[in-house]
């Protein structure tokens, strides 16, 4: 690759991971309309991990004190942290199933422009009704056993390219009556060992190629992931209240149509 396009493959996968706007459709797009050379397995590892690094020291305060609380579970607070961990362990195990089981049948069949604008507009579509149609106000700790699984196999639909994980448990959580910040932080603390599982499992895949990469634009393009991610994570955090799904929404539909012109005009 150039490194025009080491950035610019790095910021995507940094941004997009986290914004309900799918990373997997937007890594796939520049080859599809650029005609760019597919970046390779050893460079998604390394944005990969960049995003991983970034979530992890975004919400390093959060995971310690899960932690602790999993040890010791003294108080009612310790114990509800304690909950929270496990809740999102348990919801990411049907993501991790079925990335397993069906990953084969994703990548032979689902990552054509046409999948990708269907999914970005039919889920773009179904994260507004899930904003707009919001009636209650839980926060984190209020979350159930089976707010927890329903968000897990919610996810599980991500691996559609075009769906975004991030977009679509998101959706799940505000459909269950969470407020768009605990919806938008359970999200991203389940995107912890998603991204860690999707890491092993492509680093499992590249030792068995025996590719050599070239190793100054990997670590640039996990260190520029991990910048933009962290940056990504900290906005979307912070104006999310004030600005809601509607601009993401309105960005899917319009990449949508984009991407159908595309394709029926080639």
């Keep these: 690759m150039e490194w025009f396009q080491v950035v610019a493959l790095a910021v995507i996968q940094g941004l997009t991971e986290f914004l309900p706007i799918s990373s997997s459709a937007h890594l796939i797009l520049p080859s599809q309309l650029f005609g760019w050379q597919d970046q390779g397995l050893a460079f998604d590892v390394g944005v990969h991990i960049g995003s991983l690094l970034a979530v992890l020291y975004f919400f390093r305060h959060d ?3 899960m932690t602790r609380s999993c040890v010791s579970a003294a108080s009612s607070d310790d114990r509800e942290q304690a909950r929270i961990a496990w809740f999102v362990v348990i919801a990411t195990l ?19 422009l046409l999948v990708i604008a269907g999914t ?5 579509g179904l994260l507004w009704w899930a904003d707009v149609g919001r009636s209650e106000a839980r926060n984190l700790t209020s979350l159930s056993l089976r707010d927890a699984v329903t968000i897990g196999c919610a996810q599980a639909v991500a691996l559609i390219p075009g769906t975004s994980r991030s977009g679509i448990t998101i959706s799940a959580g505000l459909m269950l009556g969470l407020d768009r910040q605990a919806a938008a932080r359970f999200s991203f ?11 092993v499992f492509k680093t499992l895949e590249l030792a068995s190629t025996g590719v050599a990469g070239q190793w100054l634009m990997l670590l640039s393009g996990t260190g520029i992931a991990a910048v933009s991610a962290f940056c990504c994570i900290h906005f979307f955090l912070k104006w999310l209240d004030k600005i809601g799904m509607l601009p993401f929404v309105i960005y899917r539909m319009l990449l949508g149509v984009a991407l159908l012109a595309v394709f029926f005009m080639a």
Aim: zero cysteines; glycine letters at 16%; proline letters at 5%.
């Design 63 to 65: 995971l310690l004190t």
């Design 189 to 199: 603390l389940m995107s912890i060992p998603v991204i860690l599982g999707a890491g």
């Design 120 to 124: 970005t507009m039919i889920f773009g």
């Design 94 to 112: 049907p993501a991790l199933m079925f990335g397993f089981m069906f990953h084969g049948l994703v990548d032979l069949y689902g990552r054509s």
